[in-house]
Each structure stands twice: as structure tokens, then as C-alpha cells.
């Protein structure tokens, strides 16, 4: 069992920069693909980047591409997730989320995961 818990979201401005942390327990994350997820009031949860369990290849959105970067410390059991030019539209309840899969296709699936987070607020003001 791994127990995941986020941590770092809160209000800012558009255009500001904020770092989101999901720390674990039970388990070593290290053979985990880890994913960041967001879902903003009255939509679907969707996907906003994963990294495999080496770091060594990540994936992101669209929307985040070139914003935001998702990093990993496998001696800490902790995932990053850096959001810089943060916009209104990046408002949402942030999840981290832990797949016991290879890095490989159906990455931006939520049902690719085993365990997730309790989740963290991102509240972005224009």
C-alpha cells in the first residue's frame, strides 16, 4: 500500500510561479510512474504530466507544455510539480497519483493509477 499526501498549493496571481509536493509512505515510490492530475469545480479530473520511475522521461498536457515541470527525488519519496506562468485556467484541486505500470501508453488515463493523493488546492487570480 502506498499512502501519498500533497502538499504547497494556495492562491496566487496569474503570471505567478507556485511548486506542488506529494511526499509518500508504505512503499518506495521508485519503481512507481508518477502522475499529476487537476480537477477544477464542475469538471472532469484530467491529466497534467507524469514522469517514470527514473525521472528520466516525462509527459505533459498541452496546456501546462513549456509552464510547468514535474520532477521526482526517489531518496525522498517525494514528486515536484514547478507551475511557472500560472493562469486563471490552472485553478483546481491538484492530485498526485502513483501507477505500478511501466511508463508507456495510457499515461493520461486516471484508471492507469493505484493510488492517489488527498489532493491540493491551486487557486489562481487574473
Known amino acids: 500500500q502506498v499512502q501519498l499526501v500533497e502538499s504547497g498549493g494556495g492562491l496566487v496571481q496569474a503570471g505567478d510561479s507556485l511548486s506542488v509536493s506529494c511526499a509518500a509512505s508504505?512503499?518506495?515510490?521508485?519503481?512507481?510512474?508518477m502522475g499529476w492530475f487537476r480537477q477544477a469545480p464542475g469538471k472532469e479530473r484530467e491529466f497534467v504530466a507524469a514522469i517514470s520511475w527514473s525521472g528520466g522521461n516525462t509527459y505533459y498536457a498541452d496546456s501546462v507544455k513549456g509552464r510547468f515541470t514535474i520532477s521526482r527525488d526517489n531518496a525522498k519519496n517525494t514528486v515536484y510539480l514547478q507551475m511557472n506562468s500560472l493562469k486563471p485556467e490552472d485553478t483546481g484541486v491538484y492530485y498526485c497519483a502513483a501507477g505500478r505500470a511501466g511508463y508507456g501508453s495510457g499515461l493520461t488515463f486516471p484508471s492507469r493509477y493505484n493510488y492517489w493523493g488527498q489532493g491540493t488546492q491551486v487557486t489562481v487570480s487574473s
Open positions: 508504505g512503499r518506495t515510490l521508485s519503481s512507481y510512474v
